[in-house]
Structure formats: structure tokens, C-alpha cells
């Protein structure tokens, strides 16, 4: 499988972005996927993930109520809806696939196929 997310930006506190994550190769589409992000200086972190079903999303606690993850099986994109934006957003985000569940549940599973990443500065 290879990812690659796309449509990052410079953007204003306050505002919104829609990310996408492209995968190719069939392999792997069809398991638990996430969103991370690592800012300048900081580790990776995650952000969101989802199940293939799509009905059960997990959000981080800083982002929850902000951010949305969707996904469309039929395509193999996978989406992060940025809303509210603030400058403590600023990160690159990869999109991944879980290659070993957690028993803790998905943030904590193992995930592998990192694509290039795409940029979100906010800033006014």
C-alpha cells in the first residue's frame, strides 16, 4: 500500500482545511486507518482514526469536536476535516494504515505504510 496525503496549507486561525489521503496498492485499505501529525521539535502524535465501517472514529482529546475523519472505501481516500484551527495545529500529517491492533484500542495499535505527509501551518 502507499499513501499520500495532500491538501495542506497556510491557513488563519480559526479556519478549516480538508486533508486527503490517496492509497494505492489494494493491500490494507480495508483495516483501521489514521491521521498523525508532528509539529517542529515534537514527537508524532496521533490525531484521529476509523474503522473501514467508518461508525466508530476515535479523536485525540485536542482535537475532539474539531477535527472529523471520514473515509470513501470506494475510492481509497481517506479524509481529516480541519475546522477551528489554531496555530498549536501547526504539524505535518501523515495518514497510515494499523498493521497490529492494541487491546487499548486503535491509537495505540501499530501502523505502518507513512506517506510523504502534508504541510498545515496556521498563522495569521
Known amino acids: 500500500v502507499q499513501l499520500q496525503a495532500s491538501g495542506g496549507g497556510l491557513v488563519q486561525p480559526g479556519g478549516s482545511l480538508r486533508l486527503s489521503c490517496s492509497a494505492s496498492?489494494?493491500?490494507?485499505?480495508?483495516?483501521?486507518m489514521g491521521w498523525f501529525r508532528q509539529a517542529p521539535g515534537k514527537e508524532r502524535e496521533f490525531v484521529a482514526s476509523i474503522t473501514y465501517s467508518g461508525h466508530q472514529p476515535v479523536y485525540d482529546d485536542s482535537v475532539k469536536g474539531r477535527f472529523g475523519i471520514s473515509r470513501d472505501n470506494d475510492n481509497n481516500i481517506l479524509y481529516l476535516q480541519l475546522n477551528k484551527l489554531t496555530p498549536e495545529d501547526t504539524a505535518v500529517y501523515y495518514c497510515?494504515?494499523?498493521?497490529?491492533?492494541?487491546?487499548?484500542?486503535?491509537?495505540?495499535?501499530?501502523?505502518?505504510?507513512w506517506g510523504q505527509g502534508t504541510q498545515v501551518t496556521v498563522s495569521s
Open positions: 496498492g489494494g493491500v490494507g485499505f480495508n483495516r483501521v
Open positions: 497510515a494504515v494499523e498493521v497490529k491492533r492494541s487491546p487499548m484500542g486503535p491509537r495505540y495499535g501499530e501502523y505502518d505504510y
